[in-house]
């Protein structure tokens, strides 16, 4: 079963609204773009594994996604990790079109595409270290330490993988992410033997559950984008542009291509919790959505049913992230 469900991260989420709502002249605008292609890239091998991992028996592995633990010194995070009463496995998912060469001898991975080359860190080292801080994390808590086996999971089915000839580990320890199923098979047969009770299983799936720690990034801070830079109003879901405005009829039209919406302004709202906090006043979203109205603002804010905070000017409304 699915104890930690793969979500879309927040850092994901900050550079969306870092397209919608930053001047594509502006000089960080295309390292937002680059960063971005980069992250939902990563995130999409991520949604990749999970047709695979649907096959595996629900009632045998509990799956943990974007699983971030402290071992006592570091923190890591594990894209997918899998629990039994035998045996953990995890998985470093890289989303990476193209050739990727192996290099065990100087730790690298190589990946050409349109005949350049490009060195990337060993993914194997990194699933290789991960291991190592999930041990220490084990018993750093007094916890059963089971054993592990730690895999390369290629989310892309078109990556040709390579390596060299006498390399022996690279071939049992990366793998195409639809091969999962199968690899797991191979890994009952090894460890046959049940280390845990259904308590003991039960315990270890909450300890990893509550150390979890989700990982705080801002992307203004990043590319050092200030809040000055950020443009207000509310953007066109079919042409990307902020020209929605607010009819008197309680919709919003956009100016460019005439779509019309009811709720456009969430979107917008989200935005500012994204790149801002999530507590919004009357007039700060008056000024965020382009309104004249407070009125309006109060209306459309009251209409969400959100949770508040103050009373008369100082109410402050929560956003539904």
Not at 82 to 101: D, P, Y
């Given at each position: 079963m699915i104890i930690k469900p793969l979500q879309i991260p927040r850092s994901l989420k900050q550079l969306h609204a870092l397209k919608r709502r930053l001047d594509p002249k502006h000089?960080?605008?295309?390292?937002?773009?680059?960063d971005l292609a980069i992250q939902s890239a990563g995130f999409k091998g991520e949604k990749e594994m999970e047709y695979p991992l649907s096959f595996l028996p629900r009632e045998t592995y509990q799956i943990f996604h974007d699983l971030r633990?402290?071992?006592?010194?570091?923190?890591?995070?594990?894209?997918?990790?899998?629990?039994?009463?035998?045996?953990?496995?995890?998985?470093?998912?890289?989303?990476?079109?193209?050739?990727?060469?192996?290099?065990?001898?100087?730790?690298?991975?190589?990946?050409?595409q349109n005949n350049i080359k490009e060195p990337f860190p060993d993914p194997i080292v990194q699933v290789k270290r991960q291991r190592l801080q999930l041990v220490n994390w084990l018993r750093k808590y007094s916890?059963?330490?089971?054993?592990?086996?730690?895999?390369?999971?290629?989310?892309?089915?078109?990556?040709?993988?390579?390596?060299?000839?006498?390399?022996?580990?690279?071939?049992?320890?990366?793998?195409?992410?639809?091969?999962i199923p199968f690899k797991i098979n191979e890994l009952e047969k090894i460890y046959q033997k049940e280390i845990l009770t259904s308590e003991q299983l039960a315990e270890l799936s909450n300890k990893l559950l509550s150390a979890h720690s989700d990982l705080e990034k801002n992307m203004m801070s990043k590319h050092q984008i200030h809040s000055h830079n950020i443009l207000p109003g509310v953007c066109c879901m079919k042409c990307s542009k902020l020209?929605?405005?607010?009819?008197?009829?309680?919709?919003?039209?956009?100016?460019?291509?005439?779509?019309?919406?009811?709720?456009?302004?969430?979107?917008?709202?989200?935005?500012y919790g994204y790149l801002f906090q999530n507590l919004i006043s009357n007039r700060e979203a008056k000024s965020f959505l382009n309104l004249s109205s407070s009125s309006?603002?109060?209306?459309?804010?009251?209409?969400?049913?959100?949770?508040?905070t103050g009373s008369h000017r100082s109410t402050a409304y929560k956003i539904n992230m």
């Open positions: 000089p960080k605008y295309e390292a937002v773009l680059q633990l402290h071992d006592g010194i570091h923190f890591f995070q594990i894209d997918v990790l899998l629990l039994s009463r035998s045996f953990i496995t995890i998985f470093e998912v890289k989303n990476i079109a193209g050739t990727l060469i192996f290099d065990s001898d100087f730790n690298q991975l190589i990946r050409i916890l059963p330490v089971l054993p592990i086996q730690e895999f390369v999971a290629i989310g892309n089915p078109r990556t040709m993988l390579e390596t060299s000839k006498n390399n022996h580990e690279i071939p049992h320890k990366v793998l195409h992410s639809n091969t020209t929605m405005t607010r009819l008197k009829n309680s919709m919003w039209m956009c100016g460019l291509c005439g779509i019309t919406s009811k709720d456009a302004h969430i979107e917008a709202l989200e935005d309006t603002v109060k209306r459309l804010l009251k209409s969400l049913n959100l949770e508040t």
